[in-house]
């Protein structure tokens, strides 16, 4: 049974459920995280399960978005609704108990009391953790570090989780020489490709442009073929972060997505990690790989 809980609203921040489900089972094995839209077998009772999650759960996480508070459904608050299922999921968690942890993604700032329903106003007494897009991977250490030891008193295996943070910690701080590796890297500009397999199967070469003008970073990203201009656009340290955007159309309604990057340079390999937002269901993390394209002769 998973030991932590992964509280959400699809459309706020279902990419970045799965994304942390991913990297929180990369710390402590497969099985450990719980999500509904991938754990949920067919025709199993939510509440059941729910109810059965929490109990055997050390730690729930509440991953809030920009859009988890003011999600609306005809006209009124979804959070309002007595039978919403985050409502639901957050007013178990606190019953329980354990350990509750608001885990801010997209920008988004921790709800206060009075913007609550008055079943989850304890909800604001905890100290959020924020997962940013460009430190995702150090932030997400930070957040393992600080649920090893509740896993561990429920794990044999807990001198082997504290190893595997133990090891991501050293990797943090080898990682402060960042400044010097990043002098001794090439100049990250130029155009990078790669094959991109996305979450439903479909593959497609895809690339990145970089330049740097008038001292400020600037580029894009293409999806499914099309190039989409970068917004947000960070780079240092070795690692690239930025957003695009496009639509998706169903049934004459057009939604709009936001693709979250957040890639490392090795050299002449980009390596990164695309979380997408939005349109009419949820989508996988999907991991990447580009190369430089050598210029022309």
Do not use: C
């Amino acid at each position: 049974m998973a030991e932590i809980f992964i509280s959400y609203r699809r459309e706020d921040a279902g990419g970045y459920a799965g994304r942390l489900e991913e990297g929180l089972e990369r710390l402590f094995g497969t099985g450990s995280a719980f999500r509904d839209v991938v754990d949920l077998q067919p025709g199993e009772d939510y509440l059941q399960a729910l109810n059965s999650r929490i109990a055997a759960a050390v730690a729930i996480l509440v991953v809030i978005g920009p859009r988890w508070l003011t999600a609306e459904r005809d006209g009124r608050r979804r959070l309002e609704g007595a039978d919403d299922v985050v409502r639901q999921e957050i007013k178990a968690a606190l019953a329980s108990g354990k350990p509750v942890f608001p885990v801010l993604v997209g920008g988004a700032v921790m709800p206060e009391a009075m913007m609550l329903p008055q079943d989850l106003v304890d909800l604001a007494r905890f100290q959020a953790v924020q997962l940013t897009d460009l430190g995702w991977e150090s932030d997400l250490r930070r957040l393992g570090a600080v649920l090893a030891p509740l896993l561990s008193r429920r794990t044999r295996g807990g001198r082997r989780l504290w190893l595997g943070v133990a090891g991501a910690a050293l990797l943090t701080a080898m990682a402060g020489g960042g400044a010097w590796w990043w002098r001794q890297r090439p100049d990250p500009s130029g155009t990078w490709v790669g094959e991109v397999v996305y979450d439903w199967g479909y593959r497609r070469q895809e690339e990145v442009v970089l330049e740097k003008f008038a001292g400020q970073w600037r580029g894009t990203a293409s999806y499914l073929g099309v190039a989409r201009p970068m917004s947000q656009l960070e780079v240092r340290a070795g690692a690239l972060g930025f957003q695009t955007h496009s639509e998706v159309m169903m049934g004459g309604e057009t939604r709009q997505l936001t693709h979250h990057y957040v890639a490392e340079f090795q050299g002449d390999r980009l390596d990164g990690v695309l979380t997408t937002e939005g349109g009419f269901s949820p989508y996988r993390p999907v991991r990447f790989t580009l190369n430089r394209r050598a210029p022309p002769p």
